[in-house]
């Protein structure tokens, strides 16, 4: 495939809704949907995770013929090589920031595993587009390295998705312990964390986010889930413009409530195991959520929260950022774009 490959990568904070956004996007005849495609070395073709299909990552019919497709583009690569290779450039250690010091200083004078690596990384976007027979990814890894790493890439299209959700309702979100079953797509028990711990990760991780979108501008947007479940015509024209897609056959199926189908996204929230999803507003947070949790984000992350525009009563709801935010997310917006005014 001669043409660029185009990658719509959403970018933010875990929990986010970004599975929802993923098969929604992926509704387009253009689009494919792969999930978190940041785990597809190390959790699908080695750790034996389950594919939305429900067969695992080694004997998915797709990943299968993906992984042919890749290693015949990079032959000398190997999957554990691969993985190797994305623990020392792209896996968070820390914070993170050694990650993405040593990515802005490979702007400048890139070595060559790091060439290798983006070579690879680019092999793997083409080869889904061949696989699947569409030119449009939608990759929903989510993380601000994965992110700036991708602007590194000549060979694809980016358009970057900034989700973000209400901090309490992520806060309320990780709080829930799961147990494992890999049936339904749970890899690993998953523990509850404290909101402390979970606000102050939502409030690093948007803040890389942003930065991030900063190197395409152009070619990226913010969007508030809150947003995009109570309306979702409006939010999906903003999408297909960024997108470069006519997204309205989609905004007609979610209004009349129509399940959109999930293929084989191969990492992410257990929602893609159901085989579709519907729009589904979740305000569970508002009436179980801890007074003390709740205080814990403002503390934390208050700045932010009215960054993005989220206020600390439910009649600012419905509210868009652009006509909620305080003078500093009018500062904000200078360097991200803000939902548009409706
Ligand atoms: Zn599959």
Redesign the pocket.
Known sequence: MSEAVRVIYIIGAGRSGSTLLDTVLASHPDVVGVGELVNLHSAGWTSNEV???G?LGTE?D??TRVRTAWQRRVPEATVESYVALQKRIEFFTGLGLMQLARMLRQRISPTAEFQSYLQQTEALYQSIAEVSGKSIIVDSSKHPIRGALLTHLRGIDLRLVHLVRDARAVVWSRKKSLEADQKSGVQFAIKPRSAWYSVAFWAFINVLATIVCLFRRRQSLRMRYEDFVAEPQVQLERLGHVCGLDYSATAQALLTGQPLKVE?PIAGNRMRMKGSVTLKPDWEWRDRLPARDRAACWLCAGWLLLAFGYGRSRVRRQQSASESVSWFASVWGCFARTPAKR
Request: proline letters at 0%.
């Open positions: 594919c939305a299909c067969k998915c797709f990943w084989h």
